[in-house]
């Protein structure tokens, strides 16, 4: 079973994605701690409506290596095997990266190398801009490059001539929901090889 931490600076709408997916079996994981640097960041809350255990660790005055020791321990400290950034706003020093080295998924909301850097409806944006016929999201270990690395997992969807950012947004979001349950299934299975 992988005890995963997962950290976030909005909604956490593939949390609620990964909650459901233990609920019903899909993925054999548990959540042993939620981190935001966002105190009003919803996917506190959803941590807290679903009984997990999580906690606000301030960026604010600290640099980003003070701030990933502080994770860091929090991490150690819940038992955490393997994290997950679902919309964490924040880039990583190169020590926690170094230190978490293959341990760590980010959730990018575009189809690798294509947007990366960007974030959240900025992604969505350039891609109806662009007149992209196709997007997705990609799931990838993270590096000390931002974006940049190796992929594990992309999901595609088609744009339609009548999306907006919300509504491709949306659809998005249900890819990363799905694209994150395999990861689990796949970092589960190398753990257990």
Known sequence: MLKLGIMGSTR????QAI?????????????NIVISNNKEAYILERAELNKLPFKFISDQEISREEFGNRATKVLKDNGVDFILLIG???????????????????????LLPKYAGGMNNKVHQQVLESGDLETGC??????????????????RCKVESSDTVNSLKERVQILEGEAFIEAINLLDKGSSA
């Not at 990609?138 to 992309?154: A, C, K, N, S, Y």
């Open 12 to 15: 956490g709408t593939d949390l």
């Open 138 to 155: 990609t799931i990838h270990f993270v590096t000390e490059e931002v974006d940049q690395g190796p992929i594990l997992i992309q999901k």
């Open 19 to 31: 909650i459901n997916g233990i609920n019903n079996g899909s993925i054999d994981a548990q959540v």
């Open 88 to 110: 964490f706003m924040k880039i990583l020093s190169t020590k926690f990266c170094r230190e978490w080295s293959d341990k760590i998924l980010n959730v990018h909301p575009s």
